[in-house]
């Protein structure tokens, strides 16, 4: 446990925690909406810090990170507890659990597992990582290698501006309008673009991901606004539609159809999305081609990467693509 970053004092030892748009007021011996922020007699207190769910080392592919490093190899960590209670949610066994759990890493344990593991970086990730913020901060402090976050994007500014210059790559889970956050997230509904955009306005390698779930974020309306949305932020975002498939609470709905996912990549690439690729589903190409002429420079099948390395340069065209490649 460790005294959290952003938060206030109220009378009578309630306290406020200003971390994310929840803005929850806590009362003394309760919890925030994420289960993982407490007041202890009048602190906010991080009680997921250093308690961990999950770690394995991943391919970077698996994030997904298309265009950051392909081929590496990430150290991934997670911990309990969400600031979103999403009714589709794939891991909601540790996302909505109420207590922490046994395992617990130290910040330098992180650091020396991912070493062993010969792994390039670390991704906080499996469950939002913004919930145990200030692990995430002091781990990637000591890291300095290639920091990840694998995120809802569902933070205020100030708190994200403090954790950006520890970052270095970022996909950013983009999930839908403000009545989809308010019905099937059960949260007020935030911009997560501007996530997005002060990301990438720092320098922070960023992708994107939206879970096109069938009548929820479908229509085509839905998917032009959030295209030209990414597209005002940069067309170079690599965009990555995901296959939804029922789990939790949203068993009712069928999964998502191949042609509404080649729909959507049409869309995005009308709209001017330079990179899109096709998540949770194996009948599609997830190469990566050159945005100018059309050169397949990467071969990429599920999560593995195949061919000579690449650095960046179309060498048939000389276009540079976004990304860092080495
Ligand atoms: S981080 Fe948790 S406790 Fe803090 S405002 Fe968000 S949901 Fe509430």
Known sequence: MKEALFWKDLPDKNVQCVLCPHRCVIFPGKKGFCKARANHS???VSESYGRVTSYAPDPIEKKPLYHFKPGSRVFSIGTYGCNLACDFCQNFEIS??????????????????????DCSGIAYTYSEPLTWYEFVLDTSKIN????????????????????????????VDVK???????????????NVMETVRTLYDSGVHVEATNLII????????????????????????????????????????????????????????????????????WERDTSTTCPSCGTKLLDRTGFSVRGPAFDGTCPQCGAKLYGVWK
Not at 150 to 158: A, Q
Not at 241 to 248: A, Q, V
């Open 144 to 171: 300095r290698e290639d920091n990840i976050i694998v995120t809802n994007g569902y933070i205020n500014e100030g708190p994200l501006e403090h954790l950006v210059p520890h970052i270095d790559a970022a996909n």
């Open 214 to 281: 069938p009548g929820h974020n479908d229509g085509e309306d839905d998917l032009r606004r959030l295209c030209s949305e990414l597209v005002e932020v940069s067309p170079d975002i690599p965009l990555h539609f995901s296959r939804f498939f029922p789990h939790y609470r949203l068993t009712g709905v069928s999964p998502t159809p191949i042609n509404t996912l080649d729909k959507a990549a049409s869309i995005a690439k009308d709209a001017g999305v330079n990179y899109v690729y096709l998540g949770n589903v």
């Open 42 to 44: 009048g602190v906010l």
């Open 96 to 117: 909505q659990a109420e207590s922490p759990p046994s395992v617990t890493f130290s910040p330098e344990e992180v650091v020396e597992a991912m070493r062993r593991e």
């Open 176 to 190: 839908g309008g403000s009545e989809f956050y308010r019905t099937l997230c059960h949260s007020p509904y935030k």
